[in-house]
């Protein structure tokens, strides 16, 4: 009798070969898009660092550093507005040839877009089993995507430059109790005022050491500067701070704060300051709250990004390139819905995947790369002005009450998350 024909062994994952191939495709794809999405931003033409070095140049042949004026077709004029201790960083670049200082800025931008990428991605990829250099290289072409990032390149913005001291204070200095905890947001702080947000974080969640160091560190850099340039610190700290015309208008829509909101309503006048500041003190106290919160279950990847989120609506002018904190909190949207396996979780898993999808795509087309808003006062006629107008305005205040607070990850935070182990992660 004829034996029985034996069945093929059942195929239980998927052909490698084929998977690598369509790795290689989503990443070429990505690659592809990046060019058509550069491409409207090209027009900036590194218009704020050539304002830098322009004050550089003016400030160096004996002129008042903050008497620096630039003409402009939008914002009437424009002028050098950060503190002293940012015009010492940028003052050597001034010594150099224009297009040597660009091409420096956006090699220091896209290493410092790899480098805090890794930061965020490497927990995840490791929690999780996911693919490591597929996830990693996919996950930095979305982050170089987004409209922030786009921004800070395009425009020759020093962001990342905070972004990276301000993360590696808090996700790795801070949680390990290091000695020189406080101090990247200390110089952060000093560089551009906004970073000081992150001491009031520290307090509010009982780092008192990492509080006073990082307090101590903006003061050192403060009076570092005040030393070597006294007027032109005495003029930014008792005038310049305090004129917010100086930075530019309010209501323009590139201007993405709870200020800019309220700004686009009331235009021509400026906003009620006590109506803007009851609002401002409702949405800090609850962002913070939340935060503080995040931080004390063990997890300071929440906790820094609710409070960039809280700096972000709460300064008076939040420009477009300084919201870099919807990308960890992506991440973190990712990494919860991914933890939500169980069977009764799919419909928490559907949205918070839903929202990480939603605020990638809104962050990637962004609110002035592909709208022209035009050069006139902006107001806000009716809703569908209002949501386009405060697109990052009303994500963060969504992100602020829907972040996800993540537990049981106080092991993981006394790690080195630059040198997870490879046996961990499939590649």
Known sequence: MPAEPVAPPAVTEDDPGGRTV???????????????????????????????????????????????VQPDRVQGELYFTYPPFSALLLWPFGLLRLGATVAIFTALTVLAVVLT????????????????????????????????????????QINMLLVVLILADLLFAVPQARRWAGVGVGLATALKLFPGIFIVYLLATRRWRAAAVASATAAAATLLAAAIAPSDSWRFWTHELWTTERVGRTDIVGNQSLFGLLSRFTEPEKPGRLLWLLVVAV??????????????????????????????????????????????????????????????????????AGLALGITAVTIYGVVTFQDWGAGPVHTHNPVDFVLQNAYVLLSLLLLAALPLRSGLSAE???????????????
């Open 117 to 156: 990428t890794r930061w965020l991605v490497a927990p995840v990829i490791a929690r999780h089993d996911l693919p490591r250099t597929f996830t990693l290289v996919a996950a930095v072409l979305l982050v170089l995507a987004v409209e922030s990032i786009r921004e800070t390149i395009t425009f020759g």
């Open 413 to 427: 935070n006394h790690i080195n998350w630059t040198d997870l182990p490879s046996s961990h992660v499939r590649r």
């Open 22 to 68: 369509r790795r290689l495709v989503a990443v070429v794809a990505l690659t592809a898009v990046l060019p058509a999405l550069y491409l409207p931003g090209l027009v900036h033409n590194f218009f704020d660092l050539k304002i830098y070095m322009s004050a550089m140049d003016w400030w160096r042949v004996g002129h008042p550093l903050y008497d620096y």
């Open 283 to 352: 949405v800090a106290a609850f962002g913070l709250w939340r935060a503080t919160r995040a931080a004390r279950a063990g997890d300071p990847l929440t906790g820094l990004t609710l409070t960039g989120l809280v700096g972000a609506l709460a300064s008076p002018i939040t420009w477009t390139h300084h919201i870099y904190w919807f990308i960890p909190a992506v991440v973190l949207l990712v990494d919860a819905a991914l933890s939500a396996d169980r069977p009764d979780q799919v419909r928490r898993r559907r949205w918070l």
